[in-house]
């Protein structure tokens, strides 16, 4: 079974460029999870999906970031305009039902260098 | 306020000790999660084992042993002879309830593990 996948890998930007991270999620997996992971902390969630819903999309800065997940499955996370203090890996996660009890599937990440 | 305290930021054993790794948990809720995940080098967070808030039985998975003591609002991991490929950054997270079924899983700050051959 094929896990999360995340794209691109690494990504270096200049401040005030946009930019945007791609995720696919492990198929049939109804929700969807982006966290934001500052170098030495543990990763803080900017928003999750239940299939095409946001539910829980407190934590997201709305000035700047914006996210999308057209059709209940892919998802992406924008940041326009980056910022220096973006600079993190955000990781994408998946879990079957959605539940605060289950089990959650991680990608590699997507590295943000914003210069 | 922090909800989940890993008050430990790195921990450095020689292989075969025995090493334990401390969670600490603050929640209202009466229903709740408790998770630990291991985040190796390659990035890839990997879950390890949920708890939930009614089940307070330890648990034992090869080397992997869990303490769940509410009374202290502790959930902490016990590697037993301890190998270098556990050298990992490990996260501590506890899910609770939110308004209108919502929920933010909270991860601790981790605790980086090195064990030495």
């Known amino acids: 079974e094929a896990g999360v996948v995340q794209s691109p890998r690494y990504k270096i930007i200049e401040k005030k460029q946009p930019v945007a991270f791609w995720c696919n999620p492990i198929s049939g997996h ?38 999308e997940r057209l059709k209940g499955v892919d998802s992406t996370l924008k940041i326009q305009p980056a910022e ?7 990781l994408c996660a998946s879990s079957q039902v959605g539940g605060r009890g289950d089990e959650q599937f991680f990608g590699p990440g997507t590295r943000l260098t914003v210069l | 306020a922090q909800k989940v305290t890993q008050a430990q ?11 334990t790794l401390d969670c600490v948990y603050e929640t209202r809720d009466t229903t709740y ?10 990035g890839e967070l990997v879950f390890l084992i949920r708890r939930n808030s009614f ?9 992997y042993s869990w303490n769940f003591q509410k009374s202290t609002s502790s959930f902490n991991f016990t590697i037993t002879a301890s190998q270098v490929v556990d ?31």
């Not at chain 1, 966290?35 to 999309?57: F, H, M």
């Not at chain 2, 930021?9 to 090493?19: A, G, L, M, P, W």
């Not at chain 2, 089940?55 to 080397?63: H, V």
Request: charged letters at 20%; aromatic letters at 14%.
């Open chain 1, 30 to 67: 109804n929700t969807l999870y982006w966290y934001l992971q500052n170098l030495g902390q543990g990763p803080e969630l900017l928003i999750r999906y239940e299939n095409e819903e946001a539910v829980d999309d407190s934590q997201l800065p709305k000035d700047r970031f914006s996210a």
């Open chain 2, 55 to 63: 089940d307070e039985q330890n648990e034992i998975s090869g080397r």
């Open chain 2, 33 to 42: 999660y408790l998770f630990w995940y291991k985040q190796p080098p390659s």
């Open chain 2, 87 to 117: 050298s990992a950054v490990y996260f501590c997270a506890l899910s609770e309830a939110g308004a209108g079924g919502s929920y933010i899983p909270t991860f601790g700050r981790g605790t980086s593990l090195i064990v030495h051959p």
């Open chain 2, 9 to 19: 930021t790195e921990i450095s054993v020689v292989e075969k000790e025995d090493v």
């Open chain 1, 84 to 90: 220096l203090g973006d600079s993190a890996v955000y």
